[in-house]
């Protein structure tokens, strides 16, 4: 298979149709080699629109998805990021490339480790996975100038925005099948958030969130 190909292809068909059109997001998705990251059965599919199965009954966001989180959230080289949900690494390695520093939260073990592997592969050494409870955050090292929450949530949890810098911002998937949407919401106040809806997407639930109380907007 002609993988440059393929990530070409998957740019031009399915990134920039879903409106990402930041040069500096699309030069990253032609050197971040996606492939990489995806387990080996799967190599093939890399490219495709679909959330591509991991280990233990777990799902890589689409590309489409992955890259308009880039976009969006506008990450800066001095930045320090919180991502929830390592899954394969590769939304790590896309922050690793913006960000100062990203700490990724795992609570597979089996993901982690695959996660640390396939990052340092790729010489991606900006990013600490860290294996956790993402329900949690990650309060000693916090705030944070960005937190991404790579699957979805029934609602914004408040112990994470709490984690956030005055100015930070927290992408996240709210809602429940069939009506998800995607949102940036910023802190603005020590107790002020302003949130910003960005698109629709059905994504996997992020493990251990569906218990937890929410804050609502």
């Not at 149709?17 to 699309?26: A, E, I, K, N, S």
């Amino acid at each position: 298979m002609n993988y440059e190909q393929a990530r070409f292809n998957m740019i031009e068909q399915q990134i920039r149709p879903w409106d990402v059109l930041d040069p500096t997001v699309l030069a990253l998705l032609a050197v971040v080699k996606r492939e990489d990251f995806v387990p080996a059965a799967y190599r093939d599919m890399a490219f495709t629109d679909v959330e591509l199965p991991l280990a233990n009954g777990q799902k890589m966001l689409p590309p489409r998805v992955e890259a308009r989180w880039m976009q969006e959230l506008q990450i800066e080289r001095h930045e320090k990021v919180l991502e929830i949900g390592t899954g394969s690494g590769y939304q790590a390695a896309l922050l690793g490339h913006k960000a100062q520093q990203v700490f990724s939260v795992e609570r597979d073990a089996q993901l982690a480790g695959a996660a640390r592997d396939a990052l340092r592969r790729n010489g991606v050494l900006n990013v600490t996975v860290v294996e956790g409870d993402g329900t949690k955050g990650l309060p000693a090292e916090a705030p944070f100038d960005v937190i991404l929450l790579s699957g979805s949530v029934p609602q914004a949890p408040q112990v994470l925005l709490d984690q956030l810098k005055i100015g930070g911002r927290m992408g996240v998937i709210v809602g429940d099948e069939p009506a998800m949407t995607a949102r940036i919401i910023t802190r603005v106040g020590e107790r002020e958030f302003k949130t910003e809806i960005l698109f629709e997407t059905v994504v996997q639930r992020l493990d251990g969130f569906d218990t937890l109380s929410h804050f609502t907007f």
